[in-house]
């Protein structure tokens, strides 16, 4: 079911060194394939944090003049679909590409310290798209929680899938005991009534004082220079990015690193499994954990969407299947993922998964472009069903321009880069 299989040891060429990338014939072609079906999901997810302030992401009514019948409708699918689904596979499939990595750095005779390299340029790909690009970066998040992981790197795939698990479940425990606990006070007025009153006030006023925030802040936006975006990231929201770096992957991002590090050493990602197996209960965590989401994401929008109700759902119930829904996700593509790529379109999802890097923080600079005031200036003005034109047009441009540069070229022109520098020598770009 492979399509590729990682060197061996005594499969490495004599002339080989610790310092050498892997070669494109190296490549698993199924992860490639899983990769840029994520890439593409995580702009679904992604796009109203590009064009609204933050709030808006999880609660409709902060979008402009309040939800529309549209709106809602895209949140729930959204929801149900995408959000929460594709970061958790993008990161399961980072532990995986992490441990691939020194599998290979491994049979060719280096040690961890080529990845914390590796991680460390991750890491300032990272500060500079969320400070000069876009603050919903990922990539830093994915340095930290990969360096945290080094060291588990040697462990039994066993011992890592046990951590991985009992960290992710102490992140959602953690999540749900804080998120549920706002939830109680703010509709449980016997609770409220043991709070001290500047929580009270707190609670009280959340809702009027998000609006005020989202209006202050699409104001910024649609006035503020280059410079202004620049200055006020670094000397106001720095501590996100340090949040980004600690609290994340702590809560999450470690957690499933290390659960895509062990599935991968147990075959899952190479098609070890039997394919009929992987297809059947793929499709049965696949669509159990999707309907699950439905019955939750249903709550906050026959209610009306209340604040806390909905904060509740989308960042913390609506998560609750994240993991059964990404590796069923995982699980039928990866026993389809062969005849997939050998498909005309199939082969373009697995070129933009090659790509993910340039894919993932092209769109960020191609939306800055999109939304902010000294350009299209869109920022805070389109709804969820306007931005879903940006998103297939944007997905079509991923799916036109990565087979058609890999063509041409070894690498993406980020991964071409990122492998410069952690090798920390100039390779070879045009095919």
């Not at 798209?129 to 060291?151: K, N, Q, R, S, V």
């Not at 321009?401 to 770009?429: D, H, I």
Request: hydrophobic share 50%.
């Amino acid at each position: 079911m492979a399509t590729v299989v990682s060197a061996t040891p005594d499969e490495v060429p004599a002339d080989a060194t610790p310092d050498q990338p892997v070669k494109a014939n190296e490549r698993l072609v199924t992860l490639d394939l899983i990769r840029g079906v994520a890439v593409l999901g995580i702009l679904f997810a992604n796009i109203t944090a590009f064009g609204h302030p933050q709030a808006a992401y999880f609660w409709p009514a902060a979008l402009p003049g309040g939800a529309t019948l549209g709106d809602k409708l895209v949140w729930f699918v959204q929801l149900v679909f995408v959000d929460h689904k594709f970061r958790g596979l993008f990161s399961l499939l980072f532990g995986a590409g992490i441990y691939l990595f020194m599998e290979r750095a491994w049979a060719r005779g280096s040690s961890r310290w080529l990845q914390f390299r590796r991680l460390c340029w991750l890491l300032v790909f990272g500060a500079i798209h969320y400070f000069l690009i876009w603050p919903g970066d990922i990539l830093g998040t994915y340095a930290a929680a990969g360096m945290m992981a080094l060291p588990m790197m040697k462990w039994s795939d066993r011992k890592q899938l046990r951590t991985g698990i009992v960290l992710y479940t102490l992140g959602v425990l953690a999540m749900l005991a804080t998120l549920g606990g706002a939830w109680v006070a703010a509709n449980n007025p016997s609770v409220a009534a043991r709070l001290d009153d500047k929580q009270r006030q707190q609670i009280a006023t959340a809702e009027r004082r998000t609006l005020e925030d989202v209006g202050k802040n699409v104001t910024f936006m649609r006035s503020a220079s280059y410079p202004d975006y620049v200055a006020e990231r670094v000397t106001k929201h720095w501590g996100g990015f340090v949040q980004g770096l600690v609290i994340v992957p702590l809560m999450e991002t470690l957690g499933l690193v290390l659960i895509g590090m062990a599935l991968y050493r147990r075959g899952f990602f190479s098609g070890a499994f039997d394919p009929g197996k992987m297809r059947r209960n793929g499709w049965i965590a696949l669509l159990g954990g999707l309907g699950f989401t439905a019955l939750v994401a249903l709550w906050p929008e026959r209610t009306g969407f209340p604040f806390f109700t909905t904060i509740l759902v989308f960042n913390e119930l609506g998560r609750l299947a994240q993991v059964p829904i990404a590796l069923g996700l995982a699980a039928v593509l990866i026993a389809e993922g062969p005849r997939l790529a050998e498909t005309g379109f199939g082969s373009r999802f697995a070129a933009a998964g090659r790509m993910a890097f340039s894919n993932y923080l092209g769109t960020s600079l191609l939306m800055l472009f999109v939304f902010q005031s000294w350009s299209l200036g869109l920022f805070g003005e389109l709804h969820r069903l306007q931005l879903m034109l940006i998103v297939f047009a944007v997905w079509a441009g991923m799916l036109l321009w990565s087979k058609a540069w890999l063509a041409r070229f070894r690498y993406g022109p980020l991964e071409w880069l990122w492998r410069s520098l952690t090798y920390w020598q100039v390779f070879p770009l045009r095919r």
